[in-house]
């Protein structure tokens, strides 16, 4: 699944056990992280999908980031 595919599906982000600014998600057979960045000097998230890596201003409506 690349990018834009990830971007309008439903995802559920579990929060980094061990670097904070890291959420992951395993669903898909392969890891996907997505790295919250020092915004706004920087793009709101990103989507780092293997080589694939995409900054998001906003996050996607279907979405959901684990809170802790």
Known sequence: ???EELISSTILWKKHPEIGYYYY??????????????FPE???????????????EDKPTGWNLERH
């Open 1 to 3: 699944m690349n990018n």
């Open 42 to 56: 920087e793009p709101l998230y990103t989507l780092i999908n293997g080589l694939d890596i995409t900054d998001l």
């Open 25 to 38: 998600n395993e669903e898909y057979d392969k890891l996907i992280l997505l790295r919250m960045n020092n």
